[in-house]
């Protein structure tokens, strides 16, 4: 029964590794392109490291479009967007759970049935209001278009929902009001959710392409995946300009994963805390 059990473990251990490697392998493989020559991505059969690295890669692709100022873009609005959607989902969160109200229920799952409309089909009525607010083609547009989130709206309910009412009545006989309640108690208690959905927002935000290239045209407010995606297109002939791809993709998701090495003790926290699983 032992070795049968050391067996399956052995294969578990097995197929982690596999599927480690298959996950792994395009961003180490980006990253040692950016370091090679033209010649060397191309090379039969593949040379995996780069004979002489590159380094210049990085400052050709640099100078060729100003990723600063894109990847600047997209941080700017995607910390502004998280910031509001994190206010207001606790805001709506704290009513759903400690507020009694008529059509409490319908309020609760009309947010959640507005989550189950494909994304493209609100991008029409969206860029309509967005047109008629004179936000097109500003970041203003691409922040107030996306501060509202079911998902974080969603998440914030069910953390709010394991803080103990014991907590919130002895605040409540303390003499605190419903504003002091969600942020002295019900935030605190749910910060390492509050962390795992900012963090997971962020990423959506900073990775997010077809809505910003909907309503961006000027290259001065490109977002970071709007601008990479029109230096790829752009950018001549093709496999010259590889290793310089390469390094804008380096910088393009270096941000995120400056992100996560700081924070994933509290991404990996709150998961375990909320129960959300990729």
Same mark, same amino acid.
């Given at each position: 029964?032992e070795?049968? /059990? #050391?067996?399956?473990?052995?294969?578990?251990? &097995?197929?982690?590794? &596999?599927?480690? &490697?298959i996950m792994?392998? *395009?961003?180490? +493989?980006?990253?040692? @392109?950016?370091?090679?020559?033209?010649?060397?991505i191309f090379?039969? *059969?593949?040379? +995996?490291?780069?004979?002489?690295?590159?380094?210049?890669?990085f400052?050709g692709?640099?100078?060729?479009?100003?990723?600063?100022l894109?990847?600047?873009n997209?941080?700017?609005?995607? &910390?502004?967007?998280?910031?509001?959607q994190?206010?207001? @989902?606790?805001?709506i969160a704290?009513?759903?759970?400690?507020?009694?109200?008529?059509?409490k229920?319908?309020?609760?799952?009309?947010?959640?049935?507005?989550?189950?409309?494909?994304?493209a089909a609100?991008?029409?009525?969206?860029?309509?209001?967005v047109a #008629?607010?004179?936000?097109?083609?500003?970041?203003?547009?691409?922040?107030?278009?996306n501060?509202?989130?079911?998902?974080?709206i969603?998440?914030?309910?069910?953390?709010?929902?394991?803080?103990?009412?014991?907590?919130?009545?002895a605040?409540?006989?303390?003499?605190a009001?419903?504003?002091a309640?969600?942020?002295k108690?019900?935030m605190?208690?749910?910060?390492? /959710?509050?962390?795992t959905?900012?963090?997971i927002?962020f990423?959506?935000?900073?990775?997010?392409?077809?809505?910003?290239?909907?309503?961006?045209?000027?290259?001065?407010?490109?977002?970071?995946?709007?601008?990479?995606n029109?230096f790829?297109?752009?950018?001549?002939?093709?496999?010259?300009?590889?290793?310089l791809?390469?390094?804008? @993709?380096?910088?393009?998701?270096?941000?995120?994963?400056?992100l996560?090495?700081?924070?994933q003790?509290?991404f990996? #926290?709150?998961? @375990?805390?909320?129960?959300?699983?990729g």
């Amino acid at each position: 029964m032992e070795m049968v /059990s #050391k067996s399956r473990k052995m294969v578990h251990y &097995i197929l982690l590794t &596999i599927f480690s &490697i298959i996950m792994v392998f *395009p961003l180490v +493989w980006m990253f040692l @392109s950016a370091l090679k020559t033209p010649e060397e991505i191309f090379a039969v *059969p593949l040379d +995996w490291l780069p004979s002489n690295p590159q380094w210049g890669n990085f400052a050709g692709a640099l100078e060729l479009a100003p990723f600063g100022l894109y990847i600047f873009n997209s941080t700017f609005t995607a &910390i502004v967007i998280v910031f509001f959607q994190i206010i207001l @989902s606790s805001m709506i969160a704290y009513a759903l759970t400690q507020m009694t109200f008529k059509g409490k229920s319908i309020l609760f799952n009309s947010i959640l049935i507005t989550y189950m409309l494909p994304a493209a089909a609100t991008y029409v009525p969206s860029y309509v209001i967005v047109a #008629k607010l004179g936000l097109l083609d500003t970041l203003t547009g691409i922040i107030i278009s996306n501060i509202a989130s079911v998902f974080t709206i969603f998440l914030m309910r069910q953390a709010f929902m394991q803080v103990p009412k014991e907590m919130i009545e002895a605040a409540r006989s303390e003499g605190a009001n419903d504003f002091a309640i969600l942020r002295k108690v019900m935030m605190p208690m749910c910060k390492s /959710s509050i962390f795992t959905v900012g963090l997971i927002s962020f990423v959506q935000m900073y990775n997010n392409y077809l809505w910003p290239s909907l309503i961006v045209n000027s290259q001065e407010n490109y977002l970071i995946t709007v601008g990479l995606n029109r230096f790829f297109t752009t950018s001549g002939t093709f496999a010259d300009q590889w290793p310089l791809i390469m390094a804008a @993709s380096v910088l393009a998701v270096l941000p995120l994963l400056i992100l996560f090495i700081l924070l994933q003790k509290w991404f990996i #926290k709150g998961i @375990s805390d909320s129960g959300v699983k990729g």
